[in-house]
Structures are given as structure tokens and as C-alpha cells.
């Protein structure tokens, strides 16, 4: 009894002194006026990284109907987005931004499917290859002169799989003769897989029964899923704890700048990945589900009497032109085969009878012929990151030499 006794008083002492310590700590961080970060993320909170995006219960997210401002984190441009949610020509200034979903007679329509580098939020709307395609096969002779149109439904950070659900949902309202699905090699098999991508805010393709489909589980996580290696110990606690103690908003705010340096090394070891054949599970997976999306949505638009053509992306390493960087990226980080996700791609092509484009070489060509960058900008580095107005510009002399080429033939 005695040591029962003795153990109790231990006890009721030590939690005394560790509140006591938590209490002054309080106290002292407040005084000292040492910030941390004050709020934990509510669930179902707006998903909004750019003033341009917001929540989408269906893609998780989309473009921010009407919403218009200058961006200039990479390049320069102002955005402007329409009541569709489409990306618009600053003041309405353009016809042919806003488009009916009747399709006008006489009238060509190609729908573009992609993410950051097709919505390309780093230039302005007029220098997007999307915009310098659709003037470039004005004059192209196999399409007898019709009016041409293309439609970009490019979002910020999408993967095939919303690019899917885009097309189902929002595409076909349109009536398109052609869809082009520009495929980005560097994160968008990633994006495509629930066990790689780190952002789960969003809906993934998931097999069920061997069948592929949509898995919106998304829609029951909160807002710090959006990026899941950065979720610290202290977003575990209650929201009215967090936003009530200096200690946790400290702790939290130290161990995310810890996360964010170690998440940078963690997307480069990840992004390499892409560019070697599959050895393990996760990554098996990832490259099947992107083949199946890929798949199905060829299928699915020649089901509407459609054109399909897949466009792939190269990412910057791969493109880039001085020949000592790509060499000095493939030691650092073990690259196996810059080559591997454009062989791949080909190989599904010529299995399902796929249309594709691939710009890499013909990008690295160019960049290495030219010396010049086709990625990146002044005020956020060169040869890296997405498009500037030459590698747009480029892109949509590719696409349409490769358009009046197939169109030229039927």
C-alpha cells in the first residue's frame, strides 16, 4: 500500500512538473514572440494554391470561373478565366476564347487535354501553343479551309486520371473532332498512382474486380492530404489545440521546414524513377494504370466519332541542351535510360493502334542545334521548370506539322 502510495505521489508529481513546463514554455515562446504556424487545416477547407484554382468535388479541383490576376512566380502573365473555366484572352479582346458549346458550322474543333504546361500560367494566352496552333492550321490545306478551334482544358497539377474525368465531364459538351491528350513524362505517371503521388487530395483510378475505376475517396480527407509528406506530428492533435498552443504551432513550424527540404531531395530520387523500367510493385502499378487511362480514353473517344492523339511531354533533363548537366543528373540520382518513358509510350501506341507525338527528341534536338533553353525563365531559372515562349512556340509547330501531315492523308 505504502509503495502504491509512493508510486501515486511520483506520478501526480511528474505531471505536475511537465505542466508546469509545457505552462512556462507557453508563456515563455509568447513573450519571446516566437512564431509558429498558428492554424491546422480544416477538412473539406478550398483547395486554392493559385488564385486561379479551387475546390471540385469530382477532379478535386479546377479553374476558378472569372477569377483574373497577374502571376509571376515563373515567368510573367496575366490569367484570366472564363465563366466555363476556361483560360480567356484578358478582356474578352478575342472571339475565339469563348467558345459556344454548339460548334459552328464549317468548324474543325480540337479539345486539348494537359496540365501546367497546357494551361501555362508562365506566358501570356497568346503565346500557349494551344493559341499559336489554332492560328498555324488556319492555313494548313488539309482542312479545306474550315475554321479551327482549340479548346484548352489544361489544369494546374492534373494526371491522366482527371484528365479522363475532365473529358467525360466537360469535353464532350463541346463536340471536339479531335482530342489531343499532352501527356507530361516527369510527374504525371506519379500523379496517376495513389501509392506515389503525394498529393491525395485528389480522385485516383484504382483496380476493383480487375476493372479500372475512379476512386473519389478524397472527398472524405481534409486539405493537409494535398500534400501528404508534409504532414507534421503536430496536425495529428485536435484543430482547437493546434490553434490554441504556441508549443505545437513552434513544433510544427520547425519539423515542416525540415519536411520540405527532405520532400525536394524526395521528388528528384521519385522523378528519376520514371526514367527506368519498373522493378517494384508500386511503380508497376503506377505504369499500368497510365497505360490502361490511356486506354480508355482513346476508346472512349472514338466511341464519339472522335480523333485521338497522344502528345508527350519530355521533362527538362531530358531536353536539356548542354550534355554535361544531363550526365552530371544521371550519376547523381542512378537515371537508367532518359529514353525509357518515350519507348514505353510508343510500345503502348503501336499495342493499341494510338496516334502519338513525342517531342523529346525533336526538343532536344532543337535545344542542343540552337543552344538554347526551351523550359524556364529569368526570374525563376533557366532550362528547368515549364515552357517559355520558344518551347511553346516549338510545340505548336511539332503538333501542327504533325496534324496537316495525318489530316492531309485521309
Given at each position: 500500500m505504502?509503495?502504491?502510495?509512493?508510486?501515486?505521489?511520483?506520478v501526480?508529481?511528474m505531471?505536475?512538473?511537465?505542466?508546469?513546463?509545457?505552462?512556462?514554455s507557453?508563456?515563455g515562446l509568447r513573450?519571446?514572440?516566437?512564431?509558429g504556424?498558428?492554424k491546422?487545416l480544416?477538412?473539406?477547407?478550398?483547395?486554392?494554391?493559385?488564385f486561379?484554382?479551387?475546390?471540385?468535388?469530382?477532379?478535386?479541383?479546377?479553374?476558378?470561373?472569372?477569377?483574373?490576376?497577374?502571376?509571376?512566380?515563373e515567368?510573367?502573365?496575366?490569367?484570366q478565366?472564363?465563366?466555363?473555366?476556361?483560360?480567356?484572352?484578358?478582356?474578352?479582346?478575342?472571339?475565339?476564347?469563348n467558345?459556344?458549346?454548339?460548334k459552328?458550322?464549317?468548324?474543325f474543333r480540337?479539345?486539348v487535354?494537359?496540365d501546367?504546361?497546357?494551361f501555362?500560367?508562365?506566358?501570356?494566352?497568346e503565346?500557349t501553343?494551344?493559341?499559336?496552333?489554332e492560328?498555324?492550321?488556319t492555313?494548313c490545306?488539309?482542312?479545306?479551309g474550315?475554321?479551327?478551334?482549340?479548346i484548352?482544358?489544361?489544369?494546374?497539377?492534373?494526371?491522366?486520371a482527371?484528365?479522363?474525368?475532365?473529358?467525360r465531364q466537360r469535353?464532350?459538351?463541346?463536340?471536339?473532332d479531335?482530342?489531343?491528350?499532352?501527356?507530361?513524362i516527369?510527374?504525371?505517371v506519379?500523379?496517376?498512382?495513389?501509392?506515389l503521388?503525394?498529393?491525395?487530395?485528389?480522385p485516383?483510378?484504382?483496380?476493383?474486380?480487375?476493372e479500372?475505376?475512379?476512386?473519389?475517396?478524397?472527398r472524405?480527407?481534409?486539405l493537409e492530404?494535398?500534400?501528404?509528406?508534409?504532414?507534421t506530428?503536430?496536425?495529428r492533435?485536435?484543430?482547437?489545440?493546434?490553434?490554441h498552443?504556441?508549443?505545437?504551432?513552434?513544433?510544427?513550424?520547425?519539423?515542416l521546414?525540415?519536411?520540405?527540404?527532405?520532400a525536394?531531395?524526395?521528388f528528384n530520387?521519385v522523378?528519376?524513377?520514371?526514367?527506368?523500367?519498373?522493378?517494384d510493385?508500386?511503380?508497376q502499378e503506377?505504369?499500368?494504370?497510365?497505360?490502361?487511362?490511356?486506354?480508355?480514353?482513346?476508346?472512349?473517344v472514338?466511341e464519339?466519332n472522335?480523333?485521338?492523339?497522344l502528345?508527350?511531354?519530355?521533362?527538362?533533363i531530358?531536353?536539356?541542351?548542354?550534355?554535361?548537366?544531363?550526365?552530371?543528373?544521371?550519376i547523381?540520382l542512378?537515371?537508367k535510360?532518359?529514353?525509357?518513358p518515350?519507348?514505353?509510350?510508343?510500345?503502348?501506341?503501336?499495342?493499341?493502334?494510338?496516334?502519338?507525338?513525342s517531342?523529346?527528341?525533336?526538343?532536344?534536338?532543337?535545344?542542343?542545334?540552337n543552344?538554347?533553353c526551351l523550359?524556364?525563365?529569368?526570374?525563376?531559372g533557366?532550362?528547368?521548370?515549364h515552357?517559355?515562349?520558344?518551347?511553346?512556340?516549338?510545340?505548336?509547330?511539332l503538333?501542327?506539322?504533325?496534324?496537316?501531315?495525318?489530316y492531309?492523308?485521309?
Open positions: 505504502k509503495q502504491l502510495k509512493a508510486w501515486a505521489i511520483n501526480s508529481l505531471l505536475s512538473s511537465l505542466g508546469l513546463g509545457v505552462g512556462l507557453e508563456v513573450l519571446a514572440q516566437i512564431e504556424l498558428p491546422k480544416q477538412q473539406h477547407s478550398e483547395f486554392s494554391p493559385a486561379y484554382m479551387m475546390s471540385d468535388p469530382e477532379r478535386g479541383w479546377q479553374n476558378r470561373p472569372n477569377a483574373k490576376g497577374w502571376q509571376r512566380k515567368g510573367e502573365a496575366y490569367i478565366i472564363n465563366s466555363e473555366g476556361l483560360r480567356d484572352t484578358p478582356n474578352g479582346t478575342r472571339r475565339d476564347r467558345y459556344p458549346k454548339v459552328p458550322e464549317n468548324t480540337i479539345a487535354l494537359g501546367s504546361f497546357t501555362a500560367a508562365q506566358v501570356p494566352i503565346q501553343y494551344t493559341s499559336i496552333l492560328e498555324n492550321l492555313t490545306k488539309a482542312f479545306n474550315k475554321n479551327i478551334e482549340v484548352n482544358f489544361g489544369v494546374e497539377g492534373y494526371g491522366t482527371q484528365e479522363l474525368l475532365t473529358l469535353v464532350w459538351d463541346y463536340q471536339p479531335l482530342v489531343l491528350l499532352a501527356f507530361y516527369g510527374n504525371d506519379i500523379d496517376n498512382s495513389k501509392a503521388e503525394n498529393n491525395h487530395y485528389r485516383f483510378f484504382v483496380y476493383k474486380n480487375g479500372l475505376v475512379p476512386d473519389y475517396s478524397f472524405d480527407l481534409g492530404y494535398s500534400d501528404r509528406y508534409l504532414i506530428l503536430a496536425d492533435f485536435p484543430a482547437w489545440l493546434v490553434n498552443s504556441r508549443i505545437l504551432q513552434v513544433a510544427k513550424k520547425a519539423e521546414e525540415l519536411k520540405k527540404r527532405n525536394v531531395q524526395h530520387t522523378t528519376a524513377q520514371v526514367f527506368q523500367s519498373p522493378t510493385k508500386k511503380w503506377a505504369w499500368q494504370i497510365t497505360d490502361d487511362l490511356i486506354v480508355m480514353m482513346q476508346e472512349e472514338i464519339k472522335s480523333d485521338f492523339l502528345i508527350a511531354i519530355a521533362d527538362p531530358q531536353v536539356h541542351p548542354d550534355e554535361k548537366e544531363r550526365e552530371a543528373y544521371q547523381a542512378d537515371v535510360d532518359y529514353d525509357y518515350d519507348k514505353r509510350l510508343k510500345e503502348l501506341s503501336e499495342n493499341h493502334n494510338i496516334p502519338i507525338l517531342l523529346t527528341q525533336l526538343f532536344l534536338s532543337y535545344g542542343k542545334d543552344q538554347t523550359h524556364g525563365f529569368e526570374n525563376s533557366l532550362c528547368t521548370g515552357w517559355n515562349p520558344q518551347g511553346h512556340q516549338l510545340a505548336a509547330q503538333i501542327n506539322q504533325k496534324l496537316c501531315q495525318t492531309s492523308k485521309q
